[in-house]
């Protein structure tokens, strides 16, 4: 059974920091390109950052960029993603995913071979 099971979602004061993980079984971790996205409601879930297979490439949503950092551990099979200067419209579910490159995720959600359930992000101002 493939799982992503995310954790670390809370809340946090903006300007705050918070440190996601994503927890992946049942398949070949490394055959995979990994990424985050996020959702608000009413909304379609929108490509955060993404990282190959050896998390040696990195892509991000360009409002990020400069403040989150995603980084893989193929040991582990786990996927992390550092928020830093975190902003009331960071505020989302996010949810962890697995694809076949990381442009394949960034083209978007119709893209994600799979999916974790999410953890909420909510950021205060």
């Known amino acids: 059974q493939v799982q992503l099971v995310e954790s670390g979602g809370g809340l946090v004061q903006a300007g705050g920091s918070l440190r996601l993980s994503c927890a992946a079984s049942?398949?070949?971790?490394?055959?995979?390109?990994v990424g985050w996205f996020r959702q608000v409601p009413g909304k379609e879930r929108d490509f955060v950052a993404g990282?190959?297979?050896?998390?040696?490439?990195?892509d991000y949503k360009w409002s990020v960029k400069g403040r989150f950092t995603i980084a893989r551990d193929n040991a582990k099979n786990a996927v992390y993603l550092q928020m830093n200067s975190l902003k009331p419209e960071d505020t989302a579910i996010y949810f962890c995913?697995?694809?076949?490159?990381?442009?394949?995720?960034?083209?978007?959600?119709?893209?994600?071979?799979?999916w974790g359930q999410g953890t909420q992000v909510t950021v205060s101002s």
């Open positions: 049942g398949f070949t971790f490394t055959d995979y390109a």
């Open positions: 995913a697995a694809g076949q490159t990381v442009a394949a995720l960034k083209r978007g959600q119709n893209e994600v071979d799979y």
């Open positions: 990282a190959t297979w050896s998390g040696a490439n990195t």
